[in-house]
């Protein structure tokens, strides 16, 4: 059966695609983010998985306001990158895992999951930046097929934190269930807290962040205690990213081992953070 590895999760902030694509790892503004990565490569190196399942929201490239599925599964040969706006490199296209794919969503529709098969999907900075984050000298072809899924952060209703959870929890058992000898690492994007726009655009709650990536390492359900409104208000109505971390954390069960840890406030007007748990033995 397949390995799964563990789990990453990090933050998307388009700006990353900025400075990466402008060498500015160095700069005093951005090095206290990048710092993050070094061991979390020597980790990926050392679990050398074949396959990433990148849990991510859509921000109006394939889904806009008229359709919202609020979960999606893509299930394409290739998921090329396409900018929504902001100016950043695109990058080279990503192989996808047909055969993994199908097996999520057979699995997760067996489970109650209505989810959305995507057998054409683009991908944005959600995805694409923490795939160059974590493999920065990939050059045409990356190091792992991916398999993208999309969960619903923008438009309400979003799904309960409590449902991410199990969504991520059907994930990890489909994963280790898959008939296959490859080597699985989940990745989970967006966060931590930031609000963009309205009233309390810039708000940033290092104290909840701080909860919340303990949680994770300690008790990784602790979050679906909240409603989404009581989240949006703790972190922000872009913060509540944090959905794709819990998923992404949920698949590797309640123990797993902290790799690396990193928060830096602020990078552009986020809370940028990024974790690595490894499987428990
Ligand atoms: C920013 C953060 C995001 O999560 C995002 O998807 C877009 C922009 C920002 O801070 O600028
Ligand atoms: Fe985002």
């Known amino acids: 059966m397949a390995e799964l590895v563990g789990c990453i999760t990090t933050s998307h902030v388009p700006a990353i695609g900025r400075a990466i694509a402008g060498n500015l790892q160095d700069d ?13 490569r020597e980790w990926l190196a050392r679990v050398r998985p074949d396959v990433a399942v990148v849990i991510s929201n859509d921000h109006g490239l394939n889904f806009f306001l008229d359709k919202m599925p609020t979960f999606a599964v893509g299930a394409a040969p290739q998921y090329r990158n396409a900018d929504e706006g902001w100016g950043i490199p695109t990058l080279p296209p990503f192989a996808g895992d047909l055969d993994l794919s199908w097996h999520l969503i057979e699995q997760l529709v067996n489970a109650d999951f209505d989810i959305t098969t995507c057998q054409e999907m683009l991908v944005d900075h959600a995805f694409t930046l923490p795939m160059k984050l974590l493999w920065p000298d990939a050059g045409d072809t990356w190091p792992v097929a991916t398999v993208p899924v999309g969960i619903n952060t923008v438009q309400f209703p979003l799904p309960s934190a ?120």
């Open 162 to 281: 409590k449902r991410c959870f199990d969504l991520g929890r059907e994930i990890g058992d489909a994963i280790r269930s898959w008939d296959s000898q490859r080597r699985v690492v989940v990745i989970g994007t967006g966060g931590l807290s930031h609000q963009l726009d309205g009233q309390r655009a810039g708000f940033i709650n290092k104290e909840f962040d701080r909860k919340f990536m303990d949680s994770l390492a300690e008790d990784p359900a602790w979050a679906t205690q909240y409603s989404i409104r009581d989240l949006v208000e703790f972190t922000g109505t872009q913060g509540i990213e944090l959905l794709n971390w819990l998923a992404a954390r949920a698949t590797l069960g309640d123990q797993a081992q902290l790799v690396h840890a990193n928060y830096h406030i602020p990078i552009s007007n986020t809370a940028a953070a990024t974790m690595a748990f490894a499987t428990a033995n």
């Open 28 to 40: 005093p503004y951005w090095k206290p983010f990048f710092d993050g990565f070094p061991a979390i």
